[in-house]
């Protein structure tokens, strides 16, 4: 009982603390925000499991120690119909919630939008050790990489991602927008999102393009500065660009 | 010296192989450099097999000659191709406590680099170099220092057998080991290797020989690896002591039983992943670059035996984990049954949760929800692993010994580990997490928290079998202590940076994550530091402790049934099982007899090869 | 009160330990040649090009086969201890192997023109018979050891597993080609 109430407390505390903790600012997209959102049920979900285990460690290396000379044998329980009985059922509830959600449900939500045509559609290619970008159908590429990769808010944007064919294996990735697709030599990958917020690497460092796969020597280095700005403004660079 | 006519041997097995490796390399006008290295290896391990003993031992008799077999002798017993699964076990042991505390100072070296955001103590390349150097060590220990250290020592005692099933094999899987070390050691010389432990192509086709002295390691790694699985199946099925029933088995046996038939199967497929990279390299051959080549074949072909490859590590660390804590508990394993099953079925679900490693490598889209979906369903058996652990100690009359504290703290660490897999497991999170130190945090969780603690348990729960002496048992508690709390105080702040942003496998990083990062590196220092009470109890309990009684914790196994050292045959009269090892509080449940009671007792000792 | 000694010997012979051992070295071997296989598809995909010579390859696959039969029959001397017709069999069944490894050798000397290792087909041709052409190599190394010792005795004795255990590796390395054959000869 005493146990039962201490796993109670522990699990209200820390569930507690986690909704009231701003675990890592906001996404910056729609999915990246399911995403955030997800990662804090998956938490919510997980409190309670290890508060279990916590108390039941600590609550037993308290009340059941004996650490006499003498050998002494508890009393021998090989199984508990009920217990295994239950625990199975728990255990396999769980499972099945986090796999209809977030699990299959985030997949279909993440893929939402691949039949919808992009507001804009940049591919994107990995060379060691920089990032190279196209604005498709607006005549603007960036090469070099001190470049910043300019984005417009509220829009829909599709990345095509590739590597060049003798190079290796890079992992496009935008902190900020959660997202993250490997390029691969001889294969074209791609990711959506929603832009749903402005931002700036100068503001916060996640608004930046990070290689993820390990690529050799300048693997740290190779990231491209990003900005998220409003369309109208996004649209005059464009036109600034191809004047 | 058999090890100097080793080293001898295998230096005219390189020039032999190298040389004909050049006569053809002549004649066809390539690069001679990798196949010379290649070829050269091939010829200067076998030169190594057979001077370390094996010819001796062993390669005679192919020949139709008489071979010599003598296990015994003092301290060189353990430099020779020795048959003696107890000689091998230390022999395993030994080696890869070198090894682990190698990685471990590498590792030091990386958080030193890490402690703030710029490039100051290694050069990119000789970061990568160190960092892969680290990965590969570490998982060379994780899988065999439970695998061919303890199941090598422990496993023939507890089943009651005077040795595995095929003894020569099992000194074979052994000697193959120092040449992978030794290989991995020579890597900086030869460049180094700058792809991590996974060594994905194409970076790891482009990279310089350090890499292909890589894959050679890791190919013969995997070669000592399926060998040991393959004697650690037949040891069981045939060599178990008469009564020795399944339900009689004890769960560390079981365990071991469900990591050999991963080993066995698994890892022909890195072996195929490296020959791969091999034949790419020397043969010019197009797996993975483009056009025709796939590199995300590696990826396939990789993880299908580096994902079951964790349960070859994490499986007998949950045997030796609940082992410890039933005898020390006092108490029957909880819902044994179950957890047998549930060993099944995490051995037949480790092959079909491969690609959860892919799910941002660009794969086909409808693999994402089949292998979320498998790689979910084993928190169910991995559950019933905690539900034992927990119901054995609840209402036991538990003795707080060092092995036990370890032995619990791999409970606490695991349920951290296996909770935050599930992060990994779901494709949502996973895009955001993967290649970050999420991941980094999440697998030091199930692999150091859980595999390496059950490792340290285990070796304080049979110092006194192995050594016949005691270890100190207050040096053990503040080793325990300090390990237990610096460890999680590194890895729990290693999460952070993760989930807001820092990926792996970096040398510099943004200044914003600075604070979590010198957080972590300090306490690594000190859970660096941590081992040294490790070592110096270990180092001098061995020389100078008190001598151990043959059964100091009152164990009902059958290993704690015989001296401490046990005798060359293991038992001086064979036991006959006749009950389940965990009869505590019920004497109508006695393991085993010894003595007259089975007419097979007398039997001669089984051998084969 | 009784305690129940259940009436189970664990301790095999040692023929039997060697047969499993042997067994799960198979297995294990198994698995690698799925590996194999499924890295045919991956890299070339199921196209086989026109140039591949599909008489060496039907005939290559008709000579392994023919050689099982003879392992087979050199098995069944051994166990009934007919040591010259054992011995005859073994030699025979050693020359058909040499024979494979030759036609595979003038397979690859037709494959260089056509389809090089730095192709994607010929990357999997190369692999998958060279790979296989080893372990031919090392069945044909094992029969010979095999018959090196037992060359002069007049009874198979202790020397029973070690035909049985050489025949079965040589059927094992068949029936390894009976699916390479048609992985890379009869995709379309």
Redesign the interface.
């Known amino acids: 009982m005493t146990a039962a109430l201490i796993w109670v407390l522990l699990t209200v505390v820390a569930e507690f603390a986690l909704l009231s903790l701003n675990?890592?600012?906001d996404a910056a997209t729609k999915q990246?925000q399911?995403?955030d959102d997800?990662?804090i049920l998956?938490m919510a979900l997980?409190i309670p499991?290890?508060t279990f285990?916590?108390t039941?460690?600590g609550y037993?290396?308290i009340k059941?120690?004996?650490?006499g000379d003498e050998?002494?044998?508890?009393?021998?329980?090989?199984?508990?119909k009920k217990?295994?009985g239950s625990?199975?059922i728990w255990?396999?509830l769980?499972?099945i919630v986090?796999?209809i959600y977030?699990?299959?449900v985030?997949?279909q939500?993440?893929?939402e939008t691949h039949e919808e045509e992009a507001d804009l559609t940049v591919n994107v290619t990995g060379r060691r050790w920089q990032w190279s970008y196209e604005y498709e159908g607006r005549a603007v590429s960036l090469f070099a990489k001190d470049d910043m990769l300019i984005l417009p808010n509220d829009s829909l944007i599709r990345f095509y991602?590739t590597s060049e064919?003798?190079?290796?294996?890079h992992?496009f990735?935008i902190?900020?927008f959660?997202?993250?697709?490997?390029a691969?030599?001889?294969?074209t990958?791609k990711f959506d999102v929603n832009t749903t917020k402005i931002g700036n690497f100068n503001d916060d460092?996640?608004f930046?393009v990070?290689?993820?796969?390990?690529?050799?020597?300048?693997?740290?280095?190779m990231f491209t500065r990003v900005k998220v700005v409003e369309p109208a403004e996004f649209e005059q660079w464009i036109a600034d660009q191809a004047a | 010296m058999p090890l100097v006519r080793g080293v001898i041997y295998a230096a005219i097995g390189f020039a032999i192989g190298g040389s004909i490796s050049l006569g053809i390399t002549n004649m066809t006008g390539e690069d001679y450099k990798e196949p010379m290295i290649v070829l050269g290896y091939v010829f200067a391990i076998i030169g190594w097999l057979m001077g370390v003993g094996m010819w001796k031992i062993w390669g005679r008799e192919w020949f139709g000659k008489s071979t010599v077999n003598d296990p015994t002798g003092g301290w060189e017993r353990y430099l020779k191709f020795n048959t003696d699964h107890k000689v091998i076990g230390i022999q395993y042991l030994a080696t890869l406590a070198v090894v682990f505390l190698l990685a471990g100072l590498l590792a030091m070296g990386l958080r030193a680099e890490l402690a703030d955001s710029g490039q100051n103590v290694f050069t990119?390349?000789t970061y990568?170099t160190t960092m892969s150097l680290h990965g590969i060590m570490m998982i060379a220990v994780a899988v065999a220092a439970v695998m061919g250290g303890f199941s090598n020592y422990v496993l023939p005692l507890i089943i009651g057998a005077e040795d595995v099933a095929f003894p020569r094999i099992n000194a074979l899987s052994f000697w193959v080991v120092p040449p992978v070390v030794v290989l991995l050691l020579l890597t900086p010389l030869f460049g180094g290797f700058?792809?991590?432990w996974t060594a994905?192509?194409?970076?790891a086709t482009?990279a310089p020989i350090g890499g292909l002295l890589f894959e050679l390691a890791f190919l013969t790694f995997g070669i000592s690896s399926i060998l040991g699985g393959l004697n650690f199946i037949a040891t069981i099925i045939t060599q178990r002591a008469p009564g020795m029933t399944w339900g009689r088995m004890p769960i560390f046996a079981w365990s071991v039983l469900a990591a050999s038939i991963i080993s066995l199967t698994a890892t022909q497929w890195v072996a195929y992943g490296m020959l791969m990279i091999i034949f790419e390299r020397v043969f010019n051959m197009v797996f993975f670059?483009?056009?025709g080549?796939?590199?995300?074949l590696y990826e396939h072909i990789f993880w299908f035996y580096s994902h079951p490859a964790v349960y070859i590590m994490i499986l007998p660390a949950f045997g030796a984990e609940l082992e410890i804590i039933s005898h020390f508990?006092?108490?029957?394993?909880?819902?044994?049954?179950?957890v047998v099953r549930a060993f099944a079925a995490i051995v037949a679900l480790s092959f079909v949760v491969w690609a959860h490693h892919l799910f941002?490598?660009?794969m086909g889209?409808e693999l994402?929800?089949p292998f979320?979906?498998l790689t979910?369903?084993i928190?169910?058996p991995t559950?019933?692993i905690?539900?034992s652990a927990?119901?054995t100690?609840?209402?036991?009359?538990?003795?707080?010994k060092v092995p036990l504290l370890f032995a619990?703290a791999v409970?606490?660490n695991f349920?951290?580990g296996g909770?935050?897999g599930?992060?990994l497991a779901?494709?949502?999170?996973d895009?955001?997490l993967?290649?970050?130190y999420f991941v980094v945090a999440h697998f030091h969780y199930t692999i150091m928290g859980g595999e390496m603690f059950a490792i340290f348990a285990a070796g304080y729960y049979w110092f006194p079998k192995i050594t016949g002496r005691m270890y100190n048992e207050t040096l053990g508690r503040i080793h325990f202590a300090l390990m237990f709390i610096l460890y999680n105080i590194t890895f729990l702040v290693m999460f952070i940076p993760g989930?807001?942003?820092m990926?792996r496998?970096?040398?510099?990083?943004?200044p914003?994550f600075e604070a979590m990062n010198l957080i972590v590196s300090i306490a690594a220092f000190g859970l660096g530091l941590s081992f040294l009470p490790w070592i110096y109890n270990m180092l001098n309990s061995w020389i100078r402790g008190p001598k151990a009684p043959d059964n100091p914790w009152?164990a009902k196994t059958l290993e704690w049934q015989t001296s401490s050292p046990p005798p060359l045959e293991n038992f001086k009269v064979m036991p006959t099982v006749t009950g389940d090892p965990?009869?505590?509080?019920?004497e109508s449940v006695v393991h085993a007899r010894f003595g007259k009671s089975s007419p097979s007792s007398q039997a001669a000792p089984a051998e084969g090869d | 009160m009784t305690i129940h000694v259940p009436n189970v010997n664990h301790r095999f012979d040692p023929l039997t330990i060697n047969r499993l051992g042997l067994w799960l070295f198979l297995v294990s071997d198994a698995s690698f040649f799925i590996a194999l296989l499924s890295s045919r598809v991956f890299v070339s995909g199921t196209s086989t090009p026109d140039e591949i010579n599909q008489v060496l390859g039907l005939s290559l696959t008709v000579l392994l086969l023919l050689s099982s039969l003879t392992a087979y029959r050199a098995e069944v001397a051994a166990e009934n201890n007919d040591m010259s017709h054992m011995k005859n069999m073994l030699l025979a069944t050693m020359g058909m192997g040499i024979l494979f490894v030759f036609g595979v050798g003038y397979e690859w000397y037709e494959a260089l023109q056509h389809f090089p290792p730095s192709t994607g087909f010929g990357t999997v041709l190369f692999t998958l018979t060279g790979v296989h052409v080893t372990h031919v190599a090392t069945g044909i190394l094992t029969l010979g050891f095999v018959y090196f010792r037992v060359r002069k005795i007049e009874t198979i004795g202790d020397n029973l597993f070690a035909v049985e255990g050489a025949v079965k590796w040589w059927h094992f390395v068949d029936v390894a080609w009976v699916f390479i054959y048609p992985t890379l000869y009869l995709l379309k």
Not at chain 2, 393 to 399: D, G
Request: hydrophobic share 45%; aromatic share 12%; with cysteine.
């Open positions: 675990l890592f600012g990246g399911f995403i997800a990662f998956l997980a499991v290890f285990v916590v039941m460690i037993v290396v059941f120690r004996a650490d050998l002494e044998d508890a009393a021998p329980v090989r199984t508990h217990w295994v625990w199975l255990t396999t769980l499972t986090v796999i977030p699990g299959y985030g997949v939500e993440l893929r991602v064919d003798q190079d290796v294996i992992s990735w902190p900020a959660r997202m993250k697709i490997d691969v030599p001889g294969l990958t460092v996640n930046r990070q290689c993820a796969e390990l690529c050799g020597r300048d693997h740290s280095l | 990119k390349n990568n700058d792809f991590g994905y192509p194409p970076l482009q670059s483009p056009p080549g796939n590199a995300l508990a006092r108490k029957p394993i909880f819902a044994y049954r179950w941002t490598s660009g889209e994402a929800v979320m979906v979910e369903l928190s169910i559950g019933i905690f539900l927990l119901g100690v609840w209402r036991s009359k538990l003795r707080l619990l409970v606490f349920a951290i909770l935050t599930i992060f779901d494709v949502a999170t895009i955001a993967q290649d970050t989930t807001v942003g990926n496998r970096v040398a510099e990083y943004p914003e009152g965990y009869g505590y509080g019920d």
